[in-house]
């Protein structure tokens, strides 16, 4: 098999007697034998231990430059491991493909050092290159490994708070509507059109939220179903009146509420719904908790 230097087609003849098939180029002579003795290559070698002492010293800045941003004068063992948690986080996109790629070309280049030692140089510092990218990679798959339980409970912790901030926003505008016009909206609808919303935190903290997630009530006083000519010392028993039925009489003031909250899914109607009573946000109770509930019911 023949190889033209010129185009890279492969042929089986004598380039110099019949040229290529290909291009038509020819061989001006023979082939030049092998040299008796080659130079040893440090190339390869070099290569590997460059990229994996590269990626070392670049994990080693970035977990310095965390650790002088938290500002501690102290360098005790967590805070240095704090800083090298937040250095993995930082640079886990990067770093991932990159040490793959270095991992990878390490190991092939050890072995063709291993196969030939004559002719390449420097295993060692292949060798140490290819460790260096190694624990680079097993630090960051540790320390983010670590931290995932925390990041989960911090991300939690983030929906929580929009959740009560959204609630305590609604909450400030039915206090303030009620204060404007002595009672709660009947509709979320009133409270949109006739409470002034000059920084649009109103609006953005009833986005997602329908009509039907709120319910106010009143508190009335009704008499017991007797026949009595008299009125005198009859008892008194609250009733609540919601708009889940028919729209109240003219007059009647709206003191009580329940609004629906969506959880972390943004989505009303599912199970991680929050409940909004009078101001009292509530979580959602737990499957597992609701199953329990209902077994130790009567």
């Given at each position: 098999?023949?190889?033209?230097?010129?185009?890279?087609?492969?042929?089986?003849?004598?380039?110099?007697r019949?040229?290529?098939?290909?291009?038509?180029?020819?061989?001006?002579?023979?082939?030049?034998?092998r040299?008796?003795?080659?130079?040893?290559?440090?190339?390869?070698?070099?290569?590997?231990?460059?990229?994996?002492?590269?990626?070392?010293?670049?994990?080693?800045?970035?977990?310095?430059v965390?650790?002088?941003?938290?500002?501690?004068?102290?360098?005790?063992?967590?805070?240095?491991?704090?800083a090298?948690?937040?250095?993995a986080?930082?640079?886990?996109?990067?770093?991932?493909?990159?040490?793959?790629?270095?991992?990878?070309?390490?190991?092939?280049?050890?072995?063709?050092?291993?196969r030939?030692?004559?002719?390449?140089?420097w295993?060692?510092?292949?060798?140490?290159?290819?460790?260096?990218?190694?624990?680079?990679?097993?630090?960051?798959?540790?320390l983010?490994?670590?931290?995932?339980p925390?990041?989960?409970?911090?991300?939690?912790?983030?929906?929580?708070?929009?959740?009560?901030?959204?609630g305590?926003?609604i909450?400030r505008?039915?206090?303030?509507y009620?204060?404007?016009?002595?009672?709660?909206?009947?509709?979320?609808?009133?409270?949109?059109?006739?409470?002034?919303?000059?920084?649009?935190?109103?609006a953005?903290?009833?986005?997602?939220?329908?009509?039907?997630?709120?319910?106010?009530?009143?508190?009335?006083?009704?008499?017991p179903?007797?026949?009595?000519?008299s009125?005198?010392?009859?008892?008194?028993?609250?009733?609540s009146?919601?708009t889940?039925?028919?729209?109240?009489?003219?007059g009647?003031?709206?003191?009580?509420?329940?609004?629906?909250?969506?959880?972390?899914?943004?989505?009303?109607?599912?199970?991680?719904?929050?409940?909004m009573?009078?101001?009292?946000?509530?979580?959602?109770?737990?499957?597992?908790?609701?199953?329990?509930?209902?077994?130790?019911?009567?």
């Open positions: 098999m023949t190889v033209c230097p010129c185009c890279g087609f492969k042929f089986e003849g004598d380039l110099e019949d040229g290529c098939a290909s291009c038509g180029a020819r061989a001006v002579g023979p082939a030049l034998s040299p008796v003795r080659e130079l040893p290559s440090y190339g390869r070698s070099l290569f590997v231990g460059v990229t994996g002492g590269v990626m070392l010293a670049t994990f080693l800045v970035s977990t310095l965390a650790l002088f941003e938290r500002g501690s004068a102290s360098f005790g063992f967590w805070t240095i491991m704090g090298a948690e937040t250095a986080w930082r640079l886990k996109w990067i770093a991932i493909p990159a040490t793959v790629f270095a991992v990878w070309t390490g190991v092939l280049v050890c072995r063709s050092i291993r030939n030692p004559q002719r390449f140089l295993a060692r510092v292949a060798r140490g290159g290819l460790w260096s990218a190694v624990t680079v990679a097993v630090l960051i798959a540790t983010i490994g670590i931290t995932v925390e990041r989960l409970r911090q991300i939690e912790l983030r929906q929580e708070a929009s959740i009560y901030a959204q305590y926003t909450q505008a039915l206090l303030d009620r204060a404007q016009y002595g009672t709660l909206p009947a509709t979320l609808d009133e409270l949109r059109k006739r409470l002034p919303d000059a920084d649009g935190s109103i953005a903290a009833l986005v997602g939220i329908d009509s039907g997630a709120y319910s106010p009530g009143a508190e009335l006083a009704a008499l179903k007797k026949k009595s000519r009125l005198r010392g009859s008892a008194l028993r609250n009733v009146m919601r889940t039925d028919d729209a109240p009489e003219g009647l003031s709206f003191t009580r509420y329940e609004l629906r909250l969506p959880g972390p899914d943004n989505k009303l109607g599912t199970e991680d719904d929050w409940a009573r009078d101001g009292v946000i509530t979580r959602p109770v737990e499957p597992d908790k609701k199953q329990k509930a209902a077994t130790d019911a009567p």
